[in-house]
């Protein structure tokens, strides 16, 4: 009888556990004020050390999930199998692999892109609406509804692929596959354009590529 009593006491404080934990929000639960993400890595000990971070945090989101449910995670949208791919691919940079071989010997190149060259990529890639805009003057002044909604699901596609364009030119192509296999792992452009306008955002996206004459390189990640 005494066993029994342990028991449920045993699961009424996991109850009261789980109950606190979904009062807060996935970040405030997982991501708290006091724990900052460390800067980008530059060095394979710097990459240890996010990776360290980060493990937690998805332990956390896993603990949360569990608890609460799929649907109050807003984290990265890390809802479902989305989570599990996330997962995978901190495990492949962060566990000895050519993925992990690659990353570390571009670090020093990619951290200098990521702080110096995002004022380059807004220009680049505002430049690259105004040429479309120009181009599809008509459907836009026609009232195409949903022009609009497709331009802003291109905006952070566009950007993403300006890092890209920046990784090959300083730091190799190698680099660049590696920065690419990372953002489809982490399905970073999954969510950017709904299924409904993918194939209008792949149309101008073929458009930009003619009028800047820049490849584009993340097509395949939408």
Known sequence: MRTLGLVILAFSIGMLK???????????????????????PGTEEQLQ?????????????????????????????????????????HQ???QASSLQTDLVES?????????????????????AFVQLQRTMADKVTTGQNNIFE?????????HINCFAIQTETKCGSRARNTVLAII???????????????????????????????????KNLL
């Open 18 to 40: 789980a109950h606190h934990i979904c009062r807060k929000s996935d970040s405030e639960a997982c991501l708290p004020e006091d724990r900052n993400p460390p800067p980008f």
């Open 49 to 89: 050390d996010a990776c360290k971070f980060f493990r937690n945090v998805l332990q956390c989101l896993v603990e949360y999930v569990d608890k609460c449910g799929a649907r109050n995670v807003h984290i990265m949208d890390a809802t479902g199998g989305r989570l599990d791919r996330i997962i995978e691919t």
């Open 92 to 94: 492949e940079i962060c």
């Open 107 to 127: 670090l020093p190149c990619i951290k200098n892109i990521i702080e110096n060259d995002d004022d380059l990529c807004q220009e680049r890639t505002r430049n």
């Open 150 to 158: 497709v331009f802003d699901c291109l905006f952070p596609v566009l």
């Open 184 to 218: 489809q792992g982490l399905e970073l452009l999954n969510e950017e354009c709904l299924d409904t306008m993918r194939d209008e955002a792949l149309e101008m996206l073929e458009v930009i590529e003619f009028l800047t004459d820049q490849k584009i390189h993340v």
